[in-house]
């Protein structure tokens, strides 16, 4: 991929220090594979291949959940940041389109009468979701009957939650919610999905000639083959995706 020569202004906003920071959410296990010795998956490969657009050096910020991710924006402890757009972190960061998409659903107990996603959200129904997770955040803005419980700590914790209180169903990304019920016989995974969380690249507001660099960075990445490159590279043929080009009116938005 041969990406847009980055103007002094671009390089200004992006990289203030001469270093690229880019923080890196090590919950997603999917965006990254391996934490030690260092991250590896398609986030930091990324944030490795801005660094290198850019012409300099890359230092990872890691962070264990988005939430703090986002929240570290006010901080200027990072200068981009691959995370889930959800509009609830929008007051502090602006998005480039996604680079990758990652299908939401939930998982139920055995003998359950939900069976697609779209039968969870009834009266009388309680939800047990990850608090701060982008699906989660979604579920906060479009679920209107269910009873929504936001649980804090690790997913491991959430799902241990989920088996042992009184829930009728456990939000999550399907590749996640696939190894969970490994762990409660009988559990099942919705039909269909709720929502498919959209990755992408988050910097501070403010810095618009980074946006729209960053923002045509990931459409050539998506349209020259190197997102989907890295998908296969580690394996994930069938848990994530490629999310769609935008088309040309959108991006002249």
């Known amino acids: 991929m041969i990406a847009k020569v980055p103007s002094t202004a671009v390089r200004t906003q992006l990289a203030p220090t001469g270093v690229l920071r880019a923080a890196i959410n090590l919950s997603n296990f999917l965006l ?3 934490r030690e010795p260092s991250p590896r998956g398609p986030s930091p490969r990324l944030a490795q291949a801005v660094a290198e657009a ?29 995370i889930g757009n959800e509009p609830q972190r929008a007051e502090h960061i602006d998005f480039t389109s996604a680079y990758v998409e990652i299908a939401a659903t939930y998982l139920v107990r055995q003998g359950s009468k939900l069976k697609t996603a779209t039968d ?3 009266p009388g129904n309680r939800v047990a979701v990850k608090k701060g997770s982008a699906y ?6 479009n679920m209107s009957t269910a009873e929504l419980v936001a649980l804090p700590g690790s997913d491991d914790e959430v799902f241990a939650a989920f088996a042992g209180q009184h829930f009728d169903a456990l ?38 000639e980074a946006l729209e660099w960053l923002q045509n960075f990931v459409e050539d990445a998506k349209r020259d083959g190197l997102i989907e490159s890295w998908i296969q590279s580690y394996g994930l043929q069938g848990k994530l995706s490629v999310a769609p080009l935008e088309s040309l009116c959108q991006r002249s938005l």
């Open 32 to 34: 990254v594979v391996e």
């Open 54 to 82: 850019l012409g300099v050096p890359l230092q990872l910020v890691l962070f264990e959940t988005p939430s703090e991710v986002a929240e570290a924006a006010k901080d200027n402890v990072w200068d981009v940041a691959n």
């Open 120 to 122: 969870v959200d009834c």
């Open 136 to 141: 989660g955040l979604w579920l906060e803005n």
């Open 171 to 208: 939000a999550g990304l399907r590749p996640g919610l696939l190894k969970q019920q490994l762990k409660l016989s009988g559990s099942k995974i919705t039909e269909g999905h709720f929502t498919a969380v959209q990755q992408a690249v988050g910097l501070r507001k403010g810095k618009p």
